[in-house]
């Protein structure tokens, strides 16, 4: 093929598609799909509604339940641009920035070649505490126009970490998994990330990345362990949002979700880190959590060990039976 007919096919293709295709992990049917991700609709998720503070469904600080909350609208505010699975020999920050990442290089040449629908990149970063290695799970949204500077996601993107902290939430949903999984996740729906774990935000050229540091809550690191003890046979639903905190700032919106269908730890692509990075113990998992590239070691009696300290521990705000609000 010749480099003109390559560059027309790749501007026809869309650098998200480039993106989606480039990433690690593939793409999977929504329903049927496994070893991979999708995009679960947004009304899977039930989210603050209109009168959630006013009505009765709750205060600012949540515990609202069931009331006051709805099924959030289908649409997100952003678009998927992938999901990668990668691991390494210490934890991995700030990939936006790094060359040997496929959806940060297809970006950033959209961006040269002033394509408009390269607008903004947000990529969510969960690391993954292990030894010997650690991993990150990556998620990548776009916004293919301007994000209204007045908006909660403008303000967001826009913000200092302190509001940051305060605001960004996870909304997850257990879809299929054994019962100890879907009972001990899926009783914490909501979350406010920046307030359980250490969320690092590194910004760049038309994009944001928030980093997740697993490893800092003992309680996190946990839950981690009993999903990935199973993780061949869980699918989980994750939504990321910036929280409303007041009536005028509802209905909540999802800016991106992801289904998570049951993952192969060995599907994971080893990137190099320099030889210098060193995970701190805080990133590091609790004692005896060790991730091997095909599988978790654990047994019953760890897992229900587990389940009991996040039963008794987990401070997330707002608990929701089933996980999905339903």
């Given at each position: 093929m010749?480099p003109?007919?390559?560059?027309a096919?790749?501007?026809?293709?869309?650098?998200?598609?480039?993106?989606?295709?480039?990433?690690?992990?593939r793409?999977v049917d929504?329903?049927?799909?496994a070893?991979?991700?999708?995009?679960?609709?947004g009304?899977l998720?039930?989210?603050r509604?209109?009168?959630?503070f006013?009505?009765?469904?709750?205060?600012?600080?949540?515990?609202?339940?069931?009331?006051?909350?709805?099924?959030?609208?289908?649409e997100?505010?952003?678009?998927?641009?992938?999901?990668?699975w990668l691991?390494s020999?210490?934890?991995l920050?700030?990939?936006?920035a790094?060359?040997?990442?496929?959806?940060?290089?297809?970006?950033r040449r959209?961006?040269?070649?002033?394509?408009?629908?390269?607008?903004?990149?947000?990529?969510?970063?969960?690391?993954?505490?292990g030894?010997?290695?650690a991993?990150?799970a990556?998620?990548?949204?776009?916004?293919e126009?301007?994000?209204?500077?007045?908006?909660?996601?403008?303000?967001?993107?826009h913000?200092?970490?302190?509001?940051r902290?305060?605001?960004?939430?996870?909304?997850?949903?257990?879809?299929k998994?054994?019962w100890?999984?879907?009972?001990?996740v899926?009783?914490?729906a909501?979350c406010l990330?920046?307030?359980?774990?250490?969320?690092?935000?590194?910004?760049?050229?038309?994009?944001?990345e928030?980093?997740?540091?697993?490893g800092s809550?003992?309680?996190?690191?946990?839950i981690?362990?009993?999903?990935l003890?199973?993780?061949t046979?869980?699918?989980?639903?994750?939504?990321?949002?910036?929280e409303s905190q007041?009536?005028?700032e509802?209905?909540?919106?999802?800016?991106g979700?992801?289904?998570?269908?049951?993952?192969?730890?060995?599907a994971a692509?080893?990137v190099?880190?320099?030889?210098?990075?060193?995970?701190p113990?805080?990133?590091?998992a609790a004692?005896?959590f060790?991730v091997?590239?095909?599988?978790?070691?654990?047994?019953?009696r760890?897992?229900?060990?587990?389940?009991g300290?996040?039963?008794?521990?987990?401070?997330?705000?707002?608990?929701?039976?089933?996980?999905?609000?339903?």
């Open positions: 010749s003109r007919r390559e560059k096919e790749e501007k026809q293709q869309g650098w998200r598609e480039e993106a989606v295709s480039g990433a690690s992990l793409q929504l329903e049927r799909g070893n991979g991700w999708a995009s679960p609709p009304d998720f039930h989210l509604a209109r009168g959630y006013s009505g009765g469904g709750g205060g600012g600080g949540g515990g609202g339940g069931r009331r006051g909350k709805a099924p959030s609208a289908a997100w505010l952003l678009r998927p641009a992938g999901v990668d691991r020999h210490s934890r920050d700030h990939v936006l790094r060359d040997d990442i496929p959806v940060a290089a297809a970006f959209a961006r040269l070649r002033k394509d408009p629908s390269a607008h903004f990149l947000l990529a969510v970063n969960l690391q993954v505490p030894r010997p290695d991993y990150s990556v998620f990548y949204f776009a916004a126009a301007a994000i209204p500077a007045e908006s909660l996601l403008g303000r967001f993107v913000g200092d970490d302190a509001y902290n305060a605001r960004f939430k996870i909304v997850n949903r257990i879809v998994g054994p100890l999984v879907r009972a001990t899926g009783n914490y909501a990330l920046g307030r359980a774990l250490t969320c690092r935000y590194h910004g760049g050229d038309g994009y944001l928030i980093d997740v540091d697993i809550s003992a309680i996190a690191s946990a981690l362990h009993l999903a003890g199973a993780v046979s869980v699918t989980i639903d994750m939504g990321f949002l910036v007041s009536e005028e509802l209905p909540e919106r999802l800016f979700a992801v289904r998570i269908a049951q993952m192969e730890m060995g692509k080893y190099e880190t320099a030889p210098d990075d060193v995970v113990e805080a990133g590091r004692a005896g060790r091997h590239s095909a599988k978790v070691a654990n047994d019953s760890h897992q229900e060990r587990a389940a300290k996040v039963g008794r521990s987990m401070s997330c705000q707002e608990r929701e039976s089933g996980g999905g609000g339903k």
